[in-house]
């Protein structure tokens, strides 16, 4: 890092404030005083009006309490540079990736705005978001403290088009009270999928609750599957997968159901269809789900019993350190320089990432997280910390971004999932159609 001032950190250490910062804060000071107009443009490289203040757009997704932690950290930044203030915009997940489209193709996008792998690379390969590799390599953007592979997943054909927000990965969540209460051992990371369905089995046996929903129509189990078979959901701008292997994913499911591992096929869909607050673990339809870690908290409050978590099935090397959101910048901002800056203190400055919490998954700056972590009173949020800190230590490299086509990709998978569900068409059969209308999805 280039040398700068030291700022107090609440544990003690020092944290140093951006070289971009202290030079942008430079280039207003001489934009406040300089008479023409040409001078403060020269000062800021375009980033200050004549008066030297700068109003940056954002645009995020999410409930109430989202807004306002992250209203609280954006407040935070202007505080210790008043001369940025910031339009905040902010709507519910329903309908905000329309609204994003709507406002990068109608000419008034946010300059910084929240995105997800389902659309980052389609938005990236639009030239909607900056290459931000320019200020990671002059350290003005410092991603030093995050996981190599939480990184890589932000780059798409070479470009940093998104910095992780915060890191997520996939957890098998199961009701330890039923299991306790009936004398059945947990489930623990490491086992086969083979293994994993006979202990389902035996659940439902001795409770008469499916052992474990059926995640054969859920694109995150698939994908860890995929990747434990050494193929991968993407390769390239193709899928990573053949037919016969969503085949012998769907007979594995088929084989469970046949057992009764698994719920009816109508309980299957209810857990397909439903949001985190109702999946079929909390209300007793079935003793797993198979979320994100980080959906922990969601689901203990909607249960008493008590909740363990594990990794999936099978290697998890499998799993990876998957970013749960992105921060990007708007392509054509002419803020770029200091949204980049924003970005780099909403996930580097120790005030606002205590603020933000684990809101947006766990911080992607490991130093820092582990400050968050010892602040955490929430039982579940500290369960699934630990867990993924856990299997932090076991991540593979993460694969490449989805690609685009990636959100139908994912309707696709349930749609003929719920096919072979349902026996309205046999796993060879429910493949064929899901791979066939899955290349369709990546080719418009």
């Not at 540079?81 to 910031?86: A, H, I, Q």
């Not at 050494?230 to 193709?238: E, I, Q, R, T, V």
């Not at 003793?287 to 922990?296: I, P």
């Amino acid at each position: 890092m280039h040398p700068a001032t030291p700022t107090s950190v609440p544990d003690g250490r020092t944290y140093r404030t951006p070289l971009l910062r202290r030079r942008f804060l430079r280039g207003l000071l001489a934009a406040a005083v300089a008479l023409p107009l040409v001078g403060a443009a020269a000062a800021c490289g375009d980033d200050a009006a004549s008066d030297g203040k700068v109003k940056l757009s954002i645009f995020w997704w999410g409930g109430e309490a989202r807004a306002q932690l992250t209203e609280q950290a954006l407040d935070l930044y202007t505080k210790k540079n008043p001369d940025v203030t910031f339009e905040k915009t902010w709507q519910a997940n329903q309908g905000y990736f329309d609204k994003l489209a709507t406002l990068t193709a109608g000419g008034n996008p946010p300059d910084i705005f929240q995105i997800d792998d389902n659309f980052l690379a389609e938005y990236a390969a639009r030239n909607t978001t900056l290459d931000l590799n320019k200020y990671q390599d002059s350290g003005d953007l410092d991603t030093s403290k995050f996981p190599p592979s939480l990184l890589q997943y932000g780059v798409v054909d070479g470009k940093l088009a998104g910095v992780a927000a915060g890191e997520n990965t996939q957890g098998l969540v199961y009701n330890k009270t039923l299991l306790t209460k009936n004398g059945l051992p947990e489930p623990t990371t490491g086992m086969s999928w083979e293994e994993h369905v006979a202990w389902a089995e035996q659940v439902s046996k001795k409770t008469g609750v499916p052992g474990t929903q059926d995640p054969s129509a859920d694109y995150k189990a698939f994908w860890v599957w995929l990747r434990q078979q050494g193929k991968d959901l993407y390769a390239g701008s193709d899928l990573g997968f053949t037919a016969e292997d969503v085949t012998r994913w769907f007979e594995l499911w088929k084989g469970a159901r046949d057992r009764g591992a698994t719920p009816p096929p109508d309980v299957i869909h209810e857990g397909n269809a439903t949001d985190i607050t109702k999946q079929l673990v909390v209300t007793g339809k079935a003793a797993t789900s198979w979320v994100w870690v980080n959906q922990m908290p969601e689901l203990k409050k909607n249960t008493a019993d008590e909740l363990g978590v594990i990794a999936y099935p099978g290697d998890p090397s499998a799993q990876w350190a998957r970013a749960s959101m992105y921060w990007s910048v708007f392509r054509g901002s002419k803020h770029a320089d200091i949204a980049a800056d924003v970005i780099n203190f909403l996930v580097n400055d120790p005030e606002a990432v205590k603020l933000l919490g684990t809101d947006r998954g766990l911080s992607s700056n490991l130093d820092l997280r582990r400050v968050v972590s010892d602040d955490a009173t929430d039982p579940a949020m500290k369960q699934s910390i630990a867990v993924e800190s856990e299997l932090a230590e076991k991540f593979g490299e993460s694969p490449q971004v989805p690609i685009k086509g990636h959100s139908k990709v994912k309707a696709e998978l349930v749609k003929a999932g719920e096919n072979a569900q349902y026996g309205r068409a046999t796993p060879a059969e429910a493949a064929a159609q899901f791979v066939e209308a899955s290349k369709a999805a990546i080719a418009s």
